[in-house]
Every structure is written in structure tokens, then in C-alpha cells.
């Protein structure tokens, strides 16, 4: 159940092999020196693990041919999407690590003017993600989109059943608006940047029906409110998953 | 409201003198060039601010007489107590900084069998925690305990209304547990180390009324799963403070 697992998005199921690139590749090859005859667990991110042996090791990328294939049960929570004002990067490595490890599904800076930083690197970010979902043993590897404007994040989450938005000065709280919601099947959150929302980006979101909800009390640090309101409506949605 | 505060433990009211000693001395002094003669706000970790007025710098104290006095009002939330397997030191402060933003009011580092780490610096958390509360704007400084054994945790939190352990194969869930409990004075937690709690820990707590609750089904590293779990409970008690 503990055992070490590499992440591949380069799957072809037909031919029933797989292939080791980039981090996992090097992990593979030059940390752990595995050699062609190994077998390895392979997941995809998306549900779905391989066992695997490695057939042919080039400069960099490992061929694998399947042997097995297993699907993840994965646990019946809404999927959460998470937008955030762009932040520092270190405050932005630890939301993603975190809120990913959480099992939040989608993530999206999103350009706000009160934003100090303008520019995202959304590669590194999806390696944290990965890197996230490996230590906390999870399957999904989260969707993390590239920085985009409000109007445009309230076209990604349109659909959404629920959306929120993290805001101090709101008149309900998060735990009085979730009370009597429980059966659910997807959450859209968005979180200022350290400089907070605009009253116009705050009337913008609930113009396209977005609530506006406190956390508590405290300010708390950027990736300290997404964790905390995250970890609140993962455990208020938490369903029991058989293992 | 967001005016820079000074902590400091070392007021006496009758005579109308505060005492900045130690980090805020420092900060005041060196770092912001606060002169005599200058106002400053002091808090202490206990409900009260002051408003003061430096009279006298010394080497490393500054002799502040007090002007005004004023009682924060405190949330109405339940006194959190938060007891965790020694963890190593990085781990160690996320939890502090971060579980003290969000309301904690007492912690303890417990020896257990697992614990990788046996020593803790506790006037380095305390320094932690006094920054935390500075940050997060709060006016409560939680109390930061030395390391004890599990039997004297056990006696230290005897009194709390609800009592739960973090434990990943517990039957039931930290919100199912919760669901009906809104009314509390007091809750203590327990979390193990890196390495979990032994089977025979969790019987003693058992013993001791703890119930075991789970929290979500993926792993999570110490502090993620200490300031989740917080974050949970804090949300779950939160009551409204009027401003």
C-alpha cells in the first residue's frame, strides 16, 4: 500500500505500453537505479494505476510494458475548484501542495488588481501537485490552469453547484452557509490575493453568483485561508470510501 | 486596526508601567527607532491592550507608562488544546505559527514510542507563537507546555469536554463525530508522530476517554493534518464576535 509509485500521463493502453519521462524518469533511473527486467507501479493521475516492468531505458525515457491495471477507488467528495489571486511563490507552492494533498481537483490563479506578483510558473506548480499526490498517497493529480482573468474564471466554474468566496467582510460564514448542504457534487472557491479583492471584483463575483463567506475571526495568511476553508469543506463534504 | 503591537508579559497595572523586554524590545527599538517619548500599542497575550507611552530606554528594557486600557473581545469559540508527538522542528513551528492563527489555546509536545525527535526548544515556539498571534491580529497567546509523557497529557486535559485522538484506522469520522456537538467550553486533540501512535497509546488513550476520529482518507504530513483537523473544529465552533 506504501509502496513507491511514478507518475506518467503517457499511457497508451492499446499498445499496452507506458512511458517514463522527465522527473519520474530521472527518479527512476538515476536516483533509485532501476534497470530494464524492474518491475514499477505506474499511475496516471487520473484514476488509474499500471504495474509495470521496464522494457528499454534510453537518455530519457524508460519504455514500460503494462502487466496490470488497476482502478483507484477514489473517494465520492465533491470536485473543489480552487482560484486564488496570484501570490508569492512560496505562499503558491504551499496552497497547491496542501490543498492538492486535501484532494481539491482544480486549481486557478486568477489576475486580480490587488495582485502583487503578475506571473505564474504553472510547470513547476503541476510537478508540486504531482510530487503531493504521491506523499499523501492519493491517485488524482489536479488540473492547475494558467493564470487567467476574473470574467474568464467565472466561465470555468460556471457550472459549479456551489460557489464561494472567501471574503472577511462577509455577513455569513462558511460553516453557517455549508450547515444544511451536505449532498453535493462540485464546490468553486475563490481566495484573494494579500492585498484582498476590490469592492468591484467583490461585486463581480456575486453579480455571476458567487456568495461571499467569512472564515474566521483572524486574518490568516494567504495559503493559511485556502488550507483551512479547503480541509472545512472537504471533511463537511467527507464520505466514507471502502478500502 | 492594523496598527503595529507590542507584546509584553511584564505590566504591572497598579503602578501604571509596562516592561518591553527580549524581541520586542529589539523590534522596537532597533529595528523601528522608537524614541522616548513615542506611543506604541502593547498587548498581553491575555485579552488586554495598552496604549503607552515610552518613558525610559534602557540597555535591553524599555519602561513604558500605560495611557489607556483596553479588553479585547475574545471569541466565544471552545479552548482548544492540541497535544502532538514530538515532530522535528520544521514541522514543529508550521504547526505552531499556523494552529495559533486560528485559535489554539494550549499545546504540548508528548514523548511517544515513535517519535524520531526527543528534544524541543520551547522558548523558540513561544517566539513562534507570540508572532503568530502578532500576525493574525489576535490578542491571545496560547501557552506553549514543555514535552511530558502521555499519562501526564492524559491528566493535564482531564477535564476537557471532548476529548479526540487523530487516528487514520478510527471507525468513525472527525465530522460525523462533531455533527450533533455544537455547544462546547473545551476540546482536546491529540496527534501522533511521524512514525503514529502505537497500538498500546491508543488503548491507554482510549482508557482515558479519547475517541479515536479519522480525518480524510489520504495521508497527510503532520502539520496538514494538525491544522486541518484545527481548522475543522474551529470552523465547526465558530461563533459570531460583534466588532
Redesign the interface.
Known amino acids: 500500500m506504501h509502496e513507491f509509485q511514478f507518475f506518467t500521463d503517457r499511457v497508451n493502453l492499446a499498445a499496452g505500453v507506458a512511458y517514463l519521462v522527465d522527473d519520474d524518469f530521472k527518479h527512476a533511473v538515476k536516483v533509485l537505479r532501476k534497470k530494464e527486467g524492474d518491475q514499477i507501479l505506474l499511475f496516471d493521475g487520473k484514476g488509474m494505476k499500471y504495474g509495470a516492468v521496464i522494457e528499454d531505458i534510453g537518455k530519457n525515457v524508460a519504455e514500460c510494458r503494462i502487466l496490470f491495471v488497476e482502478e483507484e477507488k477514489v473517494?465520492d467528495t465533491p470536485i473543489v475548484s480552487v482560484g486564488f489571486g496570484v501570490v508569492k511563490s512560496g505562499a503558491l507552492t504551499e496552497i497547491i501542495r496542501?490543498a492538492t494533498?486535501?484532494?481539491v481537483r482544480r486549481f486557478c490563479p486568477v489576475a486580480m488588481k490587488n495582485s502583487v506578483v503578475k506571473s505564474v510558473n504553472i510547470q513547476r506548480l503541476k510537478r508540486v501537485a504531482i510530487e503531493s499526490v504521491k506523499?499523501?498517497?492519493?491517485s488524482i493529480v489536479p488540473e492547475i490552469l494558467d493564470v487567467v482573468r476574473l470574467e474568464k474564471w467565472f466561465e470555468i466554474v460556471q457550472d459549479a453547484e456551489l460557489k464561494l468566496l472567501a471574503y472577511q467582510s462577509a455577513g455569513v460564514?462558511?460553516?453557517n452557509f455549508l450547515k444544511d448542504r451536505s449532498e453535493l457534487n462540485s464546490v468553486a472557491i475563490i481566495f484573494g490575493p494579500e492585498g484582498d479583492f476590490t469592492h468591484e471584483e467583490v461585486k463581480k463575483a456575486v453579480d455571476n453568483g458567487f456568495v461571499p463567506v467569512k472564515?474566521?475571526?483572524?486574518?490568516?495568511?494567504s495559503n493559511?485561508a485556502v488550507?483551512?476553508?479547503v480541509?472545512?469543506i472537504?471533511?463537511?463534504f467527507?464520505r466514507?470510501?471502502e478500502s
Chains 1, 2 share one sequence.
Open positions: 473517494p496542501d494533498a486535501l484532494g506523499q499523501s498517497g492519493g460564514t462558511l460553516r472564515l474566521i475571526n483572524q486574518r490568516l495568511r493559511l488550507v483551512s476553508a480541509a472545512y472537504m471533511y463537511h467527507y466514507e470510501v
